[in-house]
């Protein structure tokens, strides 16, 4: 059962302590509905540096004015990029909340009721990625609360994907060195269409921009590879490489960098608030029941080109 947490956001009230998996790490005396010193937003930055995501549990009784306030603590809130297409395309939709740095990840249909699929992600499968890879400046970080869950489904898994690189082969290694991939924009991590968009029918068609394969973290200095998101063919492939070397290698990459080994799986609990960094994890998520609800709410936060390693 979720309670509202007594805290004092004192340093000395808070814990962090390492999950026993390759990344995370859950905090512990924390409340996002009360100011945060600036040595607690130290301590807190430095361990979403050290450990990648890190979950903090009994947020529900936060506002939304909070939760943008408590991402201002990583970095300045931005607008989902996804906003801009139904924007663009004049879509009026039920899942696009009152504040623009609040993005609504539900499976929602327009009657309110769930449903398998909506304009936003539904209840399917959604494949690993990085959040918002699509656009020149994709966010550093997101930040996620739970409001409404399902009794099953809706699990989160994270990748570290420092490790990912850490462990390639060293040919590997060698050949994709200073290599980029086109990020496909054309549909979103369930493998929907985006408003105002075409599947493309070949390499040429596909959007999106260039992004380093392997990208240097600007406060860490580590490696991490960055894959992005990658649909069916034709969609992401490695710049000025033949299609055929292209395919085979990000078959590799892909099938490495989702092994179990660098993954932690999240089970949602009512209130939990999961901050991740979408320059060294991806994520996945399991199917929902598609007659449950869930509602979350995704903030981010400041967009930043990467870097390549």
């Not at 993005?103 to 990625?129: F, Q």
Request: hydrophobic share 35%.
């Amino acid at each position: 059962m979720t309670t509202t947490p007594i805290s004092s956001n004192a340093v000395s009230d808070v814990t962090i302590k390492k999950l026993d998996a390759p990344l995370g790490a859950q905090v512990k005396g924390v409340d996002f509905a009360k100011p945060i010193g600036g040595e607690l937003k130290e301590v807190l930055i430095r361990a979403w540096t050290k450990h990648l995501i890190l979950v903090f549990k009994n947020q529900l009784h936060i506002t939304q004015e909070q939760h943008i306030g408590a991402t201002k603590i990583f970095g300045q809130p931005v607008p989902g990029a996804s906003r801009s297409y139904f924007e663009a395309a004049n879509i009026k939709s039920n899942l696009l909340s009152q504040h623009e740095e609040i993005i609504m990840v539900t499976n929602m249909g327009p009657d309110g009721k769930p449903a398998m699929e909506n304009a936003s992600l539904g209840s399917g499968e959604v494949v690993w990625h990085s959040d918002n890879s699509y656009i020149d400046e994709p966010p550093i970080g997101s930040f996620l609360r739970s409001l409404l869950l399902p009794k099953d489904g809706g699990n989160t898994s994270f990748s570290n994907q420092y490790l990912a690189y850490e462990t390639l082969p060293a040919d590997v290694k060698s050949k994709i060195k200073g290599a980029y991939t086109k990020q496909d924009a054309s549909r979103n991590s369930a493998g929907k269409l985006r408003p105002g968009l075409e599947a493309p029918t070949c390499l040429e068609e596909v959007p999106g921009p260039n992004h380093p394969l392997v990208r240097r973290h600007p406060i860490s200095k580590k490696s991490a590879l960055y894959l992005g998101r990658r649909r069916d063919f034709p969609s992401q492939y490695i710049v000025d490489w033949k299609q055929q070397a292209s395919e085979k290698m990000l078959d590799f990459l892909w099938s490495h960098a989702t092994q179990s080994r660098f993954k932690y799986t999240h089970i949602w609990e009512l209130g939990d608030m999961i901050l991740w960094d979408n320059r060294c994890t991806m994520h996945y998520r399991d199917p929902i029941n598609s007659d449950q609800l869930r509602v979350m709410h995704r903030t981010q936060m400041q967009r930043e080109k990467p870097i390549c390693a």
